[in-house]
């Protein structure tokens, strides 16, 4: 994180300032199937590399497919463009379709009858993968398009021709999304760095594919042991909306993980069009494996694994009307609840970073769940200046998060408006020292970095947007170094900063500041 007259290695800080699924039989289903027909890999597996080399040509045959088809490379990055919910509960169900339906495409396409997706486990790797530097698995290759004006001229009619075919139900879900016409998704587009010269398709380079101080602490097993943490859906997977165009919260999986690994690779990952990127799919492999291990932590708990009461038929009955099958038709299983397990997509996965928190799960205590709300001081988000706000938490909480089997504690974050948030990180402190211009990212008041993801759609512009914020290393951090005094409350400070050069002044404020625990 870089600011003028600042080092990598700091940032400036301005001072003063129960039944889950009762009558939905999906819901008791296990998370995967004892025998799965498939099998997706970690990708250091070397067991993984012939998988690799059948997606590269299904790639390969993809691009070459006319736009007409709607299995051409850039029709199926297309739908995550027109249908993707980012902050909200729809975030993780949508996304395995999405992936479990391309892979049947890719397995089709390939001729691999055994294909599955190999999964990116960055908490193991925080770096771009050495094999999506190879050939068609990097987007700088010749066989992709190369500028906006022949994207649009490839694309346009196959695009206009799509629109035109829309069910009366698919354009309701398009004007959720604030596309009136098919002139409004071409505004999106253009409106967002979506194409770059060749050799910058991508900010991490093989010379440079290691992931940023931030994204790596996005990434590390803590974080990942805190976005597990949750003992409901809700939490886990992103906050309540009318419908999967809208945001309201992102939970720890998606404001950490998922949003920073997809601004730190940058170029096509950081927006709507982000499949183009091929290592899209392993990505969100990965974040669909985070799901499952989740879902196996609830089920060996006897805790809910969906939504529950009157929460479940809505959140079931969703519609996903744009996902297409390997015969390049539109497939039958249009709604969330079709998604809730893995169910005839038939794969599972090679244990990875993660999987100890189930046999370590313990039901929720006395410490559990619980939300202190902050008295807020400065709110303004600035460029240089942070909101801040004092949380009176009981002294037992950092207590009993020192214990192994201890509560997570978060963060819940949320500042308005976010319409002009492209390029800026949002560094969240704890209790800083008074004072201080510059804290070390090695700092215990260092919780973390979050960022958004992508454009916001449907008039959800200027709409608050909350993300949940991992406090728990810090706060144990903290309670190490005797900074965490008894019947003192928790400060926690918002720092924004702006990547690369931008002279537009960053208008939003933090609107509420409070501190759980899972």
């Known amino acids: 994180m870089s600011l003028p007259n600042t080092s990598r290695r700091h940032f400036l800080v301005t001072a003063g300032a129960a039944a889950a699924t009762a009558g939905w039989s999906f819901g008791q289903e296990p998370a995967q199937a004892a025998a799965a027909r498939y099998h997706r890999l970690n990708l250091q597996n070397p067991a993984a590399a012939p998988f690799l080399e059948s997606y590269k040509k299904a790639i390969t045959i993809m691009l070459q497919l006319p736009p007409s088809d709607a299995r051409n490379w850039y029709r199926n990055a297309f739908i995550h463009t027109l249908d993707c919910p980012h902050g909200n509960w729809w975030f993780v169900v949508w996304h395995r379709g999405f992936t479990g339906w391309f892979e049947r495409t890719v397995r089709e396409l390939s001729g691999d009858a055994n294909f599955a997706f190999p999964y990116w486990d960055w908490t193991a790797l925080p770096q771009l993968p050495d094999s999506f530097f190879n050939g068609v698995l990097d987007p700088n290759n010749p066989a992709f398009i190369a500028s906006y004006n022949e994207f649009f001229a490839q694309l346009s009619n196959p695009m206009s021709a799509l629109w035109n075919s829309f069910s009366p139900a698919q354009l309701q879900q398009m004007r959720n999304r604030g596309f009136r016409s098919i002139n409004d998704v071409w505004q999106a587009v253009r409106d967002s760095p979506m194409f770059f010269p060749r050799g910058r398709a991508r900010t991490l380079t093989r010379q440079n594919p290691g992931f940023d101080a931030t994204t790596r602490r996005a990434v590390s097993i803590g974080t990942i042991r805190n976005a597990l943490a949750p003992t409901d859906f809700i939490s886990f997977g992103s906050g309540k909306t009318a419908n999967h165009s809208g945001s309201a919260t992102q939970g720890i999986l998606e404001s950490q993980p998922h949003n920073n690994v997809h601004n730190n690779i940058g170029g096509f990952m950081q927006d709507l069009l982000s499949p183009t990127d091929p290592v899209f799919f ?92 902050g008295t807020l001081g400065a709110s303004a988000l600035n460029l240089g200046a942070s909101a801040r706000a004092e949380v009176m938490v009981p002294q037992a909480v950092p207590e009993a998060a020192m214990k192994e089997d201890g509560p997570a504690v978060f963060a819940k974050i949320t500042i308005e408006p976010m319409a002009d948030t492209k390029g800026v990180e949002f560094h969240v402190l704890v209790n800083a020292p008074e004072g201080a211009k510059q804290v070390d990212l090695d700092s215990p008041s260092f919780a973390g970095t979050f960022s958004t993801f992508g454009a916001r759609l449907g008039g959800h512009e200027n709409q608050p947007l909350s993300f949940l914020m991992p406090l728990t290393e810090a706060v144990q951090k903290l309670r190490e170094a005797n900074e965490l005094k008894p019947d003192q409350p928790l400060r926690v400070q918002v720092v924004a900063e702006r990547k690369g050069v931008n002279l537009t002044p960053l208008e939003a404020k933090v609107s509420e500041i409070s501190v759980g625990t899972f």
């Open 282 to 373: 392993a990505h969100h492999s990965n974040i669909d494996r985070l799901w499952d291990v989740w879902t196996r932590k609830q089920q060996r708990l006897g805790l809910p694994t969906l939504p529950t009461g009157a929460d479940l038929p809505p959140w079931a009955n969703e519609p996903f009307l744009f996902f297409m099958g390997p015969d390049g038709k539109p497939v039958a299983k249009n709604k969330a609840g079709d998604y809730a397990t893995i169910g005839d997509f038939n794969y599972d996965y090679e244990p990875g970073s993660g999987e100890t928190v189930i046999p370590a799960a313990t039901r929720p205590g006395d410490m559990n769940n619980k939300v202190w709300l």
